[in-house]
């Protein structure tokens, strides 16, 4: 992993949080409203609709779009798919494991979270599909809670796999971290250096000053990790068939703690809960 030490951090200043902060909670709002569209009957591309006219609707730009050879404003990963998977007319039926991205830019900033979702709710839901995303989603806040002034990327590499250890042994499995997608910096574009790896490893990584702005997304399976892209060059799912979770927030430091930027909240509770500082600037 020697790669990461030579990856570097562009802080953001105060006033381009702001901006950014509104990109991210223009992506949590359109993810907020989506989770209330998943249901039985409804296509992966009636939600892309959905979230384009909403982003559009609200002064946006679906930034996914932007990214060379993608024209949807979503990513819906259904099952087995671990990520990027593309809308079209797959029917959602109930128990269906959805993971759903999403990306806004607005006055030139960026925004991206994801979160995962069972069509018809937990009623509907293998008990073991549960608890994938709920490992998931809390591996995720560890991660976040792990990111710090004066810190290192690795910090969140390592909480989000000891988060995950912690749930396989409380849920009595071996969850698969994959470890070929990771997450990555944002601000000006949506994909920016460093990459924020899921999993320990060892050697020097980039230190997160103030101004930090990164996505800490852990996918996560039910098997193994290993995965192929299939036919159509984007979807990705997992070898032997086993189904994945996908969470993710963009996150900033500020000179008072943490700051979800595509968390409703700023990420005020979660935060809290964690016994990690909560600074969001003028929010």
């Not at 901006?19 to 892309?48: I, Y």
């Not at 601000?187 to 020097?204: A, F, I, L, S």
Request: proline fraction near 5%; charged fraction near 20%.
């Amino acid at each position: 992993m020697g790669w990461l030490g030579r990856e570097r951090v562009a802080p953001k200043s105060a006033e381009q949080l702001l901006l950014m902060r509104t990109a991210g909670l223009l992506v949590g709002r359109t993810l907020e409203m989506l989770r209330g569209e998943v249901r039985e009957g409804v296509t992966t591309g009636q939600l892309d609709a959905l979230a384009e006219s909403f982003i559009r609707d609200h002064g946006g730009v679906p930034n996914f779009q932007l990214v060379p050879g993608y024209r949807h404003t979503l990513c819906t990963s259904v099952n087995e798919q671990i990520v990027h998977g593309i809308p079209g007319d797959r029917v959602l039926e109930p128990g269906d494991l959805l993971s759903i991205d999403c990306g806004a830019e607005v006055e030139g900033w960026n925004g991206d979270a994801a979160m995962t979702v069972v069509v018809g709710g937990d009623d509907a839901a293998r008990p073991e599909d549960v608890r994938l995303s709920e490992a998931t989603r809390t591996s995720m806040w560890a991660g976040i809670a792990a990111l710090r002034n004066g810190g290192r990327i690795s910090d969140v590499g390592s909480a989000v796999h000891g988060s995950i250890e912690r749930s396989g042994r409380a849920d009595g499995r071996a969850y698969g971290i994959v470890l070929d997608y990771v997450g990555h910096g944002i601000g000006e574009d949506m994909h920016m250096p460093p990459q924020v790896p899921n999993y320990r490893h060892g050697g020097k990584s980039p230190v997160t000053p103030v101004g930090t702005t990164i996505c800490i997304e852990p996918m996560i399976t039910l098997g193994a990790q290993e995965n192929h892209v299939l036919a159509d060059e984007w979807t990705i799912v997992t070898d032997d068939g086993s189904r994945a979770a996908h969470w993710e927030h963009s996150v900033a430091i500020t000179d008072r703690g943490l700051w979800v930027l595509t968390e409703i909240d700023g990420g005020e509770a979660a935060l809290t809960a964690a016994g990690a500082p909560f600074g969001p600037l003028g929010d």
